[in-house]
């Protein structure tokens, strides 16, 4: 194959990656929480009831925000259900997921383990069968000082200091019919609004997350963000977007090439931002948060009941492949390369459910899609770079030619982290990157790679795939250059003179 060249220059940049880009989201949703992250009665369990092995596995990965509770759980959640002794809390029908939910694992217990982990706590409030007023409530308990209704509440249940909680969504995913509370979008507007006001009333230092539209197959799709913006004004800091790839008619190429997928709709949904904020004549632009993403299309449909009236079931619980892992990656490239943008994301979800960490009993797996959040966890600090890729491609039906490589880049001080992305099902793909011929050596260098697209993890066999050494980068007159094998994610990190 044709030597695929990748062109960088240090003055050509985007925005500084924002660290939040690379967060989790843990809702009540199957065995997330119970059997996941939170399980009193595992030989793994602390002293908190948290999994010491599952919090081993997610450390490496350097989570920054954690969202909670949900998700589609959230629109018909009380968050008062969730706090005081836990002998007193109600076990309920989560109507979401067609489960039960006990509200043994609620607000305290989510922030201690934010503590512990040295996440930042993201929560999102009930907008659905929930009111403004509550959400106000919730503020209040969680982040104003003793001297008050739901603050000393707080402080009667352990915890004397505010938990001090920045990001707060208003409400999740109002836009789908799916959705418990479910309205048009004018509706959701006013009701965020309402509640907007009353949260930053009651702690002006948080920021808000309106609702966004949360896929591109609704019809409402732009129509919805444009009515939501302009009825929230300055209250909205940043507004959501999701999205969850799939492959359900086994079309690799096509699959491989989704990144173009989240790219589009990036660049929409920032169009829209900006258009409100040049109508609204305003100097606050609104950011995105990209809080919900991942690969998601093999437990879906009647799945959705399969928990009916059953506590901790095994709801939406992915087996990831190689394939699936790439494009896990090419999130984090779109990410890094619309930095000037994004500036949340949040991993949907972080154990059992379409999670990169699967628990069977006392058991604990890290599926394929782990090590591309691990491969770059050490290499994400620094400035998004522009990226020009002169190499060989493939058309695509959706989303027209694309290259086989799919890149993103980092300038940290004198270092440059490279991500790579092979689509070539078949073939390896020379590369040789510039940038004015300043690279000096190679720091480190690694794949993700494996004998076939199908190719997964089990609890049997667990390192079928996982990150290993990239020995073939030379750095010659000033560039890099390397082979890139097939169905791969490479990370490289190069110093500069």
């Not at 959705?179 to 948080?206: F, L, N, S, T, W």
């Not at 009916?308 to 494009?327: N, S, T």
């Amino acid at each position: 194959m044709n030597t695929t060249h990748i062109y960088l220059h240090p003055e050509f940049t985007i925005a500084p990656v924002d660290q939040r880009l690379f967060g989790g989201f843990l809702e009540h949703l199957g065995r997330a929480i119970y059997q996941g992250i939170y399980q009193p009665d595992s030989i793994h369990a602390d002293e908190n009831g948290f999994r010491r092995d599952v919090l081993a596995a997610l450390k490496p990965l350097r989570l920054t925000t954690m969202r909670y509770p949900g998700g589609n759980f959230v629109s018909g959640y009380h968050w008062l259900d969730g706090v005081g002794p836990k002998t007193e809390r109600p076990t309920l029908n989560d109507l979401a997921w067609c489960s039960i939910e006990p509200n043994q694992f609620g607000t305290d217990e989510f922030l201690k383990l934010c503590r512990l982990m040295d996440w930042q706590p993201m929560l999102a409030c009930n907008l659905g069968t929930g009111t403004p007023e509550e959400a106000r409530h919730w503020v209040e308990y969680c982040n104003l000082p003793a001297g008050t209704k739901y603050a000393d509440l707080r402080e009667k249940n352990g915890s004397k200091d505010p938990y001090a909680v920045r990001f707060w969504c208003l409400g999740n995913e109002m836009d789908g019919p799916w959705q418990i509370g479910h309205v048009p979008a004018k509706e959701y507007a006013i009701r965020a609004q309402q509640a907007a006001k009353m949260m930053r009333d009651a702690d002006p230092a948080i920021e808000l997350i309106a609702c966004g539209s949360c896929t591109v197959d609704l019809p409402t799709y732009l129509d919805w963000d444009h009515t939501v913006l302009e009825q929230l004004g300055d209250f909205a800091d940043y507004i959501s977007l999701h999205r969850y790839a799939e492959n359900k008619d086994g079309n690799l190429p096509e699959y491989l090439a989704s990144t173009r997928g989240i790219d589009r709709q990036i660049e929409e949904m920032d169009a829209v931002c900006r258009f409100v904020q040049a109508r609204r004549r305003s100097s606050k632009r609104v950011y995105l948060s990209f809080d919900e993403w991942n690969v998601w299309y093999r437990t879906t449909g009647p799945e959705f009941t399969n928990g009916r009236g059953k506590f901790a079931a095994h709801l939406l619980e992915e087996e990831f492949d190689l394939a699936d892992a790439l494009v896990v990656a090419g999130f984090l490239n779109s990410f890094i390369r619309h930095a000037d943008c994004v500036k949340m994301a949040n991993l949907a979800q972080v154990v059992n459910a379409i999670a990169p960490i699967l628990t069977r009993g006392n058991e604990l797996l890290l599926q394929t899609t782990y090590f591309p959040l691990l491969m770059a966890a050490n290499r994400r600090k620094g400035i998004s770079l522009q990226v020009k890729v002169d190499g060989p491609g493939y058309e695509t039906e959706k989303f027209g030619a694309v290259k086989f490589i799919d890149a993103s880049v980092i300038l940290d001080g004198n270092r440059l982290n490279v991500f790579l992305i092979n689509r070539s099902v078949e073939e390896p793909v020379p590369i040789r990157l510039e940038c004015l011929g300043r690279i000096k050596e190679v720091f480190s260098a690694e794949v993700l790679s494996g004998p076939s697209a199908v190719s997964r993890n089990s609890f049997e066999n667990r390192n079928v795939i996982c990150n290993r050494p990239l020995n073939l980068v030379h750095v010659q007159n000033g560039a890099a250059e390397l082979t890139v094998p097939p169905l791969s994610f490479s990370a490289v990190s190069l110093d500069l003179v």
